[in-house]
């Protein structure tokens, strides 16, 4: 009850902030693009450019019309005259977050750097209704078709439209593929949709996986509750966009949280969603990153995951109706992802502290699919779900243990392949 509280004093807080004019978010290349301006965004390649990474920007139109940035770093100043052929990487990351995340950790710990660094060929995804995902050949981002999408959508067009792109360019016939809580998700419709993709996909990394719904937790209760109010107050449908990148939450936290000393707070509702681990949490850095992140979202994408908390169930789409159900899926309720289908071998890092992606949940999962797996939890108690891209000591405890089963998957040594 005293959390509820305070969070509805947040949510006053976040009125306040928005009543009270902000700038405009300025996102620019170079530092020169974005002088001035009280809150800014490099894009990627800029990211790239100022730690002497070349980042190329590729783009591809899905089956279904939209425009999407992928983004690769073929090099590495550190790698530049080895002429060997460089396995491919695929990075698909969290709701709401572009390619952007792989690399505002800066040159020490941003993992598409260190994955370039150890001689990958990185590719980097983008969903649609992101940034780098808002554009389509018919459609204008103010059409509310343009937002009509869950994740659905991104699991059989996006990924797998992105994945045979990559693999045309480099000639290759499979890559590795590391995905980060949306990214697992999505992979997975991929995968149970289109099962041919498994032979495309040598390796999954999954970090946070969600998918299944057993463990019964706070969240699971209260998301339903909360998507239902949002779904009320704004479009039942979710054919309208959330939390653009923009200035609103840098600003609510620049100007709000930090001066009056109030960020436990202000960071109430994402300890509830996303498990509270402020020991990781890199406070100094925390405007900054979040003039990167959100950007951009549908909202059915978002209430997609509030209905499978609902159900336990990882399924299609529910139109909430029998007459939709039936007319979309020939029957009333929406049909179940069949994950018997996922077959790629896979490694599962997951914290212990996200109730997003719990270990019951993992091991029902794991239960239910075809791949052999390996599961390790991540060596520090209070980790969480975002921890996997803003942890203070993400380097040590994600990104190295990540090369290092890469390399064990490389000499063939990974214990689930040796016979
Ligand atoms: C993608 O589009 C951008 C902007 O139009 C262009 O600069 C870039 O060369 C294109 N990438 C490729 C690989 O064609
Ligand atoms: C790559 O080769 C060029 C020309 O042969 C040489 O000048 C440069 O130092 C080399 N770079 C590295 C990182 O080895
Ligand atoms: C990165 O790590 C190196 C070596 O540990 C250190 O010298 C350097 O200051 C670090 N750079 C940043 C930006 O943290
Ligand atoms: C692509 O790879 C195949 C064998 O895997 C090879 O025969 C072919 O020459 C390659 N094509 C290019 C353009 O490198
Ligand atoms: C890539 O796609 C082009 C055009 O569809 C096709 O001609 C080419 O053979 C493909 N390359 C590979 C390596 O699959
Ligand atoms: C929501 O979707 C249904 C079914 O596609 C449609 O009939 C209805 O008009 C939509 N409602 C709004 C407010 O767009
Ligand atoms: C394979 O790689 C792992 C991880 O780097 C290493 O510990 C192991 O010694 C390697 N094994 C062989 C046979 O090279």
Request: hydrophobic share 40%; aromatic share 12%; net charge neutral.
């Amino acid at each position: 009850m005293e959390d509820f509280i305070k969070a509805v004093i947040f949510f006053c807080l976040v009125e306040m902030a928005l009543l009270e004019p902000v700038p405009d978010l300025v996102i620019g290349r170079t530092m020169k693009d974005v002088e001035g301006a009280e809150f800014y965004a490099i894009d990627v390649i800029g990211l790239g450019e100022m730690m002497g990474y070349k980042v190329e920007q590729h783009n591809i139109t899905t089956t279904d019309g939209y425009l999407l940035k992928l983004f690769r770093i073929p090099d590495s100043p550190k790698l530049l005259n080895q002429t060997k052929k460089k396995p491919v990487v695929f990075l698909g990351n969290g709701m709401a977050a572009t390619s952007d995340v792989w690399l505002i950790r800066g040159k020490n710990r941003s993992l598409a750097i260190q994955l370039a660094d150890e001689g990958y060929d990185v590719w980097m995804a983008n969903y649609r209704g992101t940034t780098y995902g808002r554009a389509h050949v018919k459609l204008s981002p103010d059409d509310r078709k343009f937002w009509d999408f869950s994740q659905h959508e991104s699991g059989i067009y996006d990924f797998p439209n992105s994945i045979d792109y990559v693999l045309n360019v480099t000639n290759e016939s499979s890559l590795t593929f590391i995905g980060h809580s949306l990214g697992t998700t999505t992979i997975f419709i991929t995968l149970s949709e289109l099962p041919q993709y498994n032979d495309k996909i040598n390796l999954l990394i999954m970090l946070a996986p969600v998918s299944v719904w057993t463990h019964q937790s706070p969240l699971r209760k209260l998301g339903p509750v909360f998507s239902n109010i949002l779904q009320n107050l704004l479009e039942p449908n979710g054919t309208i966009e959330l939390i653009p990148q923009s200035s609103a939450l840098p600003a609510l936290f620049k100007r709000i949280c930090f001066p009056n000393n109030i960020f436990d707070l202000c960071f109430l509702p994402f300890d509830l969603l996303l498990g509270k681990d402020h020991y990781q949490l890199d406070k100094k850095n925390f405007v900054a990153y979040n003039c990167h992140y959100p950007a951009g979202v549908s909202a059915k994408m978002m209430y997609h995951y509030f209905q499978s908390m609902e159900s336990g169930k990882f399924r299609q789409w529910n139109f909430n109706n029998d007459f939709d159900n039936i007319k979309h899926y020939g029957q009333s309720e929406p049909p179940e992802y069949n994950l018997k289908n996922i077959k790629s071998p896979m490694i599962i890092f997951y914290g212990h502290n996200d109730p997003l992606s719990h270990i019951e949940d993992i091991r029902a999962f794991i239960k239910k699919i075809s791949s052999k797996t390996i599961s390790e939890p991540v060596r520090f108690k209070y980790f969480n779900h975002i921890d996997f891209v803003t942890a203070i000591d993400v380097k040590k405890l994600v990104n190295d243990r990540i090369i290092s089963r890469l390399n064990q998957f490389k000499n063939l040594s990974l214990p689930f392949l040796q016979v």
